[in-house]
Nanobody, 128 residues
C-alpha cells in the first residue's frame, strides 16, 4: 500500500497562504484518486479537494472553492494543496489520501469512503 507524508502546515494570519505537500512512496500513475481532507477539533473529517490523476479533473468543497488549488507533480511523487486567503475557519489538521482503485471514474474521487491510504497529517492554524 502506498505511504503518504504531508508537510507544509504552520501558523498564519487571516489572509495568508500556505502550500501543503504530500510525498508518496511510489509513483501515482493515471487513473487514480488523490485527495486532501481536513479535520477541525470536534468535527468530522471532510474532503476538500480531489484530483483524478492523468486527466487533470479536480473537485473542491464549496468552503474552499476559489481559494485552494490541488495539483500533482507526478515526477516528484508529490501532491500539493495551495491554500490562499486563509481564515480562522480553515484551522484544522490536513491529510492527504489515496484510493487504490484504478480507473474508477472522477465521481469516485469525491467520496471519503473510497480512500484507503492516509498520511499522518499536518496542522494548519489561522489566527485573526
Amino acid at each position: 500500500q502506498v505511504q503518504l507524508e504531508e508537510s507544509g502546515g504552520g501558523s498564519v494570519q487571516t489572509g495568508g497562504s500556505l502550500r501543503l505537500s504530500c510525498v508518496t512512496s511510489e509513483y501515482i500513475d493515471s487513473g487514480f484518486c488523490l485527495g486532501w481532507f481536513r479535520q477541525a477539533p470536534g468535527k468530522e473529517r471532510e474532503e476538500i479537494a480531489s484530483i483524478y490523476t492523468g486527466f487533470g479533473v479536480t473537485a473542491y468543497a464549496d468552503s474552499v472553492k476559489g481559494r485552494f488549488t490541488i495539483s500533482q507533480d507526478k515526477d516528484k511523487k508529490t501532491l500539493y494543496l495551495q491554500a490562499n486567503s486563509l481564515n480562522p475557519e480553515d484551522t484544522a489538521m490536513y491529510y492527504c489520501a489515496a484510493a487504490s482503485a484504478r480507473w474508477p471514474g472522477n465521481a469516485y474521487c469525491q467520496s471519503r469512503e473510497n480512500f484507503d491510504a492516509w498520511g499522518q497529517g499536518t496542522r494548519v492554524t489561522v489566527s485573526s
